[in-house]
Every structure is written in C-alpha cells, then in structure tokens.
C-alpha cells in the first residue's frame, strides 16, 4: 500500500504520515550504525547493563504493549477521542520511563566500563549516551 493509499484509509496526512516514518527510519539507521559496534563492558562481563533485570524489563514491556492492543480496541470500538488521547498519554509516559531506567542502566554499565578503561573509549560512550538523551528530549 502507498503512503497516499494508506494516508486515505486512516486519515492521516501523506505529509504528517511521512515525517514519523522518516523519524522512525532515521532512528533505526542510528542504530543500525551503533550497534555495529560492540560494546567493550558487554564483551568484559558477557552481559548488557540491562541483563540483571531482563525479565522484570520484559514483563514491563508486554505490559506497555497491551495497552498499545488495547488504543486499536478502543479505536476499533469507535471510543470517545479524549479517552484514546488518555490512553495514549499513559503508554508514552509508560514508554518513556523504561527509556529512563535502560539509560540508567546504561550508564552505570557501559560508560561507567568505558570511564575506567578511559581514553577514546570513554568520550565515545559520553557521546553516543549524549546523542541518546538527545533523542529522548526531542520524543
């Protein structure tokens, strides 16, 4: 389906609809382009700042995804906008927070890793967790 077909099926505008997938492009390049680079604390401990609490992170994440089910139920269901832009706002912030505690978490593994091995080491890790909260601010 075309960006204009399916702009006429869900109403959106080929503009506005265009502009989320090149954000969403864009943030995929980014980690397409990071990840090709293997984490130096990852590679010492064998596991991600995130490892210890993996199942706790993916218990919240198929959480946040039934509530991302539940805005198509409710925009299948044909409920009240004001009640789909509440639910919205509980899954963005719900989003969000887990993006805080894996950038926290990222610190303390990967760049703290990286400060005490210093040199080019570490300023690519302050600078690739840099452009990661910038990515946060802009969301």
Do not use: N, W
Not at 17 to 26: K, P, S, V, W, Y
């Amino acid at each position: 389906m075309t960006t204009a077909e399916t702009s006429a099926s869900d109403g959106t505008s080929g503009a506005a609809r265009g502009t989320l997938t090149d954000t969403a492009e864009a943030a995929a390049a980014e980690v397409a382009a990071s990840s090709d680079t293997p984490c130096p604390a990852h590679s010492a401990t064998g596991e991600h700042g995130y490892t210890k609490d993996k199942a706790a992170h993916l218990k919240r994440l198929r959480r946040i995804e039934g509530q991302i089910r539940g805005l198509q139920r409710m925009v299948d269901e044909d409920v009240y906008c004001i009640d789909i832009l509440t639910q919205v706002s509980a899954s963005t912030k719900a989003l969000q927070s887990f993006a805080l505690q894996l950038l926290e978490e990222h610190l303390r593994h990967c760049v703290a890793h990286a400060a005490q091995d210093g040199g080019t080491e570490m300023d690519e890790k302050v600078e690739e967790a840099t452009a990661a909260i910038a990515r946060l601010l802009r969301t």
